[in-house]
């Protein structure tokens, strides 16, 4: 029974391809068509994008136009070709505004660009891409049922920036450029109020500072120190329960000496 089974599977198999082959080769848009939506549907998405692309030219202005344009972007994803899909979808909302589908194709664009996207350590064009088709988005689609998975990947994209921000900031500290530090995580706290790593921002500026009145030369240990104290005050009464708390009041008694 088993080898029967296995010869039917090859059988099919051998005949599915031998079909594939013959459309393929058979210069007809409509054979390649109809057999590009058999295969998208069974999830058999490398020879379905490749029937839709020979086959999309001639179907430009005609009714299924809309259904095959659809379906090579969806293709394409599921490929993991993202930046042809992201093109693809894009061409689709351009296309057809009026498409019931609109939301759901602009929905994988940011989907393509959350893709593209790499850890916060690397060059982050396409996070600060995904926050602009996502604010693009909501102004477009208020009613979308794509808009809680929209927020999701917004808020994923903004806490790589706003890490990738802070890791700048500490990394001058690590270095002991505890001036540029400051200033780097100024303008972190500045840019991102609301921000995850508001707590280190705030304890590792505090660092800098002190490190940099301790080391100070005289003239400036004052100001600097004064500085310091401020900033240990704002990480205190804002984080009075930080894991980091009893290591800042060890340099908090250092200014005060």
């Known amino acids: 029974m088993k080898k029967l089974i296995l010869v039917l599977i090859f059988t099919l198999t051998i005949l599915s391809c031998g079909q594939y082959q013959k459309v393929l080769n058979s210069n007809d848009p409509h054979k390649m068509y109809l057999l590009g939506t058999e295969l998208y549907k069974k999830g058999k998405y490398p020879k379905a994008e490749r029937l839709f692309a020979l086959a999309e030219k ?90 809680p998975q929209v927020k999701e990947i917004s808020k994923e994209a903004l806490r790589k920036l706003q890490h990738k921000e802070f890791a700048r900031g500490k990394l001058y500290y690590d270095l002991g450029y505890y001036k540029s530090a400051m200033i780097a995580l100024d303008n972190f706290l500045s840019d991102y109020p609301g921000a995850v790593f508001k707590e280190d921002a705030l304890y590792y500026r505090f660092l800098a500072a002190a490190q940099l009145a301790i080391n100070s030369v005289e003239s400036k240990k004052a100001e600097r120190t004064e500085t310091a104290l401020h900033y240990f005050e704002i990480f205190k009464n804002r984080f009075p329960q930080s894991k980091y708390l009893k290591t800042a009041e060890n340099f908090y008694k250092k200014l005060k000496k």
């Open 58 to 147: 001639s179907y430009v202005g005609k009714p299924q136009y809309e259904r095959l344009k659809f379906m090579r972007a969806m293709s394409l994803y599921h490929l993991r070709q993202y930046m042809s899909a992201g093109y693809e979808f894009r061409q689709f909302v351009n296309l057809f505004p009026r498409s019931s589908k609109n939301d759901e194709a602009y929905f994988y664009i940011i989907k393509c660009y959350q893709k593209l996207t790499p850890d916060y350590t690397r060059d982050l064009q396409y996070a600060e891409k995904t926050l602009e088709e996502s604010e693009r988005f909501f102004e477009l689609y208020p009613q979308s049922k794509f808009i």
